[in-house]
């Protein structure tokens, strides 16, 4: 298998989106539970029939919250040449799934994303520091 530095660009950003999501996923609780902290949204459960909660509008919430901290992290760390192109193609869905939420959203998504590029920026300085 080719070294991921080796990979075309394009191949770089899919794998770096399909890490990105499968991370969100896996990381997907917390932030659920950070998102109902925040927002706290009427817990109805399900629907008529089904009185239990919707785990699927759970996974939703608390993976794009993920998503906006991880998608910049893995960008900005592991791939050299466009980041900023490829995590605005990677951000746009998500971001625009924010603005439709209303600003709280949206302002939520900024600061979870300019907290990933710091992260990003900070495992860029340790790599740095210890090649020397």
Do not use: C, H
């Amino acid at each position: 298998m080719k070294r991921f530095r080796d990979l075309s660009l394009e191949y770089q950003a899919i794998k770096v989106y399909l890490l990105g999501i499968i991370i969100s996923l896996i990381f997907y609780y917390p932030f659920n539970k950070f998102y109902i902290w925040i927002f706290k949204p009427a817990m109805f459960g399900g629907d008529l029939f089904f009185p239990i909660p919707d785990i699927t509008g759970e996974i939703i919430n608390g993976a794009l919250f993920a998503f906006y901290l991880f998608l910049p992290i893995l960008v900005f760390s592991l791939i050299r040449r466009k980041q900023w192109l490829i995590w605005f193609i990677g951000a746009v869905v998500p971001l625009i799934i924010a603005l439709v939420g209303g600003r709280k959203d949206f302002f939520w998504a900024i600061i979870f994303s300019l907290a990933g590029w710091l992260l990003a920026q900070g495992i860029l300085l340790i790599k740095k520091q210890v090649k020397k």
